[in-house]
């Protein structure tokens, strides 16, 4: 995509459809063009680079059906990645690809608030040629982890690597198994979740199940019931933010831990002061939601071999499952 002179990098053109509700001008633009957020669209507003029919309007304008929305799209803030000497456990590495088990509180890649301290500022160290593979922010990257998830991820240290790697996330022949403590026990103890995850409507910083989202399927299998919580095998059949985390809230068995999506505090009401009791201890042992990336398996890019690999739970989440374990041996044994 070419830049032009004026400093924009791309000018597109929304014809607000016949037979649509009026809705705010941010809100619609975010909902229409996916790849950008709300907040986004109302700072281009402001800076008079959304128009409506040529002229300049404010974010709570209400669309109209026939207007003419003229967005130009700047181009992207430039950022100097810097190469940092931070260690990695590197689990599997060739000329070609390596796979990492990282641990909770690692961010995977440079974002608002984190341009130093990340996987990819170690990756740059580790790797000497890595530039350009993935973006200017995300070299080498494939996939993600949320930054209090543990577990396995793959880097490509090449563009083809990294190509065939991503066709394999696209066409879900990668196999990821996560192990997470959820609260209760989910009924059945086995089963698949099937909805559509979007942008929450009403919290931009999270997602949500929604009407017109996009395709998330995730099988789970419940391995122990502990007391107060249970150890849960879930396995991606697709790839979408948070996913899991999503999916363990809508069927009402949030992640143990996690506060963006009810699985911390929130929890406590609804318990006894003796379980409430407990369970504050299980949380003072665990700062983080209770994910772990637990197996990664895919097909090698150039040697065609099926490759496979297995995380051990980390110490933390393995504290609150030993404890939660005693408890309801207690428990069963009164």
Known sequence: ????????????????????????LDLFLARTIGHFSRTYFKKLIEEEKILIDGKSQKASYLVTPG????????????????????????VYEDQYLLVIDKPAGFVVHPAVGHFTGTLVNALLY?????????????????HRLDKDTSGLL?????????????????????EREYWALLWGVPSPRSGRIETQIGRSP??????????????????????????LLSLVKLKLGTGRTHQIRIHAAHIGH???????????????????PAERKIAAAYLELLPRQAL?????GFEHPHTKKCLR??????????RVIDLAREYYKQWVEK
């Open 254 to 272: 949030p992640v143990f831990g996690d506060s963006m999506y009810g699985g911390r505090n929130r929890r406590l009401g609804a318990l006894t």
């Open 67 to 90: 207007d003419r929305v003229e967005i130009l799209i700047p181009p992207p803030k430039k950022y100097e990645v810097t190469a940092e000497d931070i260690p990695l456990k590197i």
């Open 202 to 227: 009403t919290n931009r910083k999270k997602m949500a199940v929604v009407e017109k989202g996009k395709l998330a399927i995730t099988t789970y299998e419940t391995q122990e019931r502990l007391f």
């Open 154 to 174: 793959v880097a490509a240290k090449d563009d083809y690597t990294h190509r065939k790697l991503s066709e394999q996330f696209s066409k879900r022949t990668i």
């Open 126 to 142: 580790h790797c000497k040629d890595l530039s350009g593979i993935g973006g200017e922010l995300r070299p080498g990257i494939v």
């Open 309 to 318: 690999f297995n995380s051990e739970i980390p110490e933390d989440m393995q």
């Open 292 to 296: 772990h990336a637990r197996t990664l």
């Open 1 to 24: 995509m070419l830049e032009q002179p004026n400093g924009v990098i791309e000018k597109r053109e929304v014809i607000v459809p016949l037979r649509k509700e009026k809705e705010r």
